[in-house]
């Protein structure tokens, strides 16, 4: 392959420590939450806090807990963003597809710079946000521009009513449900957003919401069935609601014992569905009487892989 030549398309993930470190978490989450399209006080006031309190104060609680999820691999974002991005490439042969990470290694910026360094002209970006937010995707979109003003680039902005993605979701739900009963409520759980955010103009609300729907039609499930949680609060601001344990409290004083979980807003597994979700929320519900059954992300299934293979080349304009 003349990977000048070839269309180039990466596959951007948010991020992750190199290691279940305290050292290691902290350097992440200063890159991350660093980024103001993340934390939108000003830096002025904002980096004296992240550094001098929050920082030290979160890095080794995150790091514990990054430990309980750790693969032998590595880290399970990156682990399975590898896998995805190398089921995507037998998918598109005559592409390159690469992994990147927003924060983190493999950066995204030092990609870009290499790819520009080989001489890529054409580049398709997806991140692997299926919603679109200005906390995420269009951050990806910040340094993308910067990096690429003389390539030919598309970024997929949005895919979160995108039909094979969301029958990709649908039959994972339907093959779960199909081990366990039929009976149980879906309970969806998305990353949660400030709701300042959201009141300045931010679709991501709107699009989770699309995607419940359109993925519980394709399940079969019917209203009522299913119902909508946002997890993975930070700070003391008022976030989108109901939040996912707030939404399961209720489920539990309604009489609902059993519940099954699904996060669609993430591609992969990570700390936020593996240790929040499928440990944190399955002891808490399990406290209050009820059972919770995590549904994995879609990860490397290549019906996953087959879909966003589909969703880029669409949006490169070579798919009929």
């Known amino acids: 392959m003349n990977n000048a030549a070839a269309t180039t398309l990466l596959v951007v993930n948010l991020g992750t420590p190199e ?6 978490v902290r350097r992440y989450l200063a890159e991350f939450l660093g980024d103001p399209r993340v934390v939108s006080i000003p830096a ?10 929050i920082l030290p104060l979160r890095g080794p609680r995150s790091a ?20 995805l991005a190398a089921r995507m ?12 990470m927003r ?4 950066a995204l910026r030092q990609l870009l710079r290499d790819l520009r360094r080989q001489g890529v ?26 990096e690429t003003q003389d390539m030919d680039v598309t970024l997929v902005e949005d895919y979160s009513t995108d039909a094979a993605w969301v029958e990709a979701v649908a039959a994972s739900i339907r093959a779960h449900r199909a081990r366990g009963g039929e009976g149980r409520h879906l309970l969806f759980s998305f990353h949660g957003l400030p709701q300042r955010v959201a009141d300045a103009g931010d679709p991501y609300p709107q699009r989770c919401t699309a995607s419940a729907e359109a993925i519980a039609a394709a399940a079969g499930l019917q209203p009522g069935q299913w119902s909508i949680g946002y997890q993975s609060r930070f700070g ?4 989108l609601e109901p939040s996912t344990q707030a939404e399961l409290d209720r489920l539990v004083a309604a009489g609902v014992r059993e519940v099954d979980v699904v996060c ?9 569905t593996l240790e929040e979700v499928a440990l944190g929320l399955a002891e808490h519900f399990r406290s209050k009487g009820g059972q919770l059954r995590y549904i994995p992300c879609l990860n490397d299934a290549p019906e996953h892989a087959a879909a966003l293979a589909r969703l880029a080349r669409h949006a490169a304009g070579t798919v009929e």
Do not use: M
């Open 264 to 272: 669609p807003g993430f591609a992969v597994d990570c700390i936020e």
């Open 236 to 239: 003391r601001e008022r976030w």
């Open 121 to 146: 002209r054409r580049l398709v970006v997806l991140p692997l946000y299926p919603q679109y937010s200005t906390t995420t995707t269009a951050s990806v979109a910040d340094v993308v521009a910067a």
């Open 103 to 106: 924060y983190g290694e493999p």
């Open 64 to 83: 514990a807990n990054y430990a309980k999820i750790w693969l032998p691999e590595g880290s399970p974002l990156l682990v399975y963003t590898r896998r």
């Open 89 to 100: 490439q037998e998918a598109i042969p005559e592409w390159r597809v690469l992994p990147a």
């Open 19 to 24: 290691a279940p470190t305290a050292p290691a």
């Open 44 to 53: 002025i006031l904002w980096k004296p806090l992240l550094h001098g309190l």
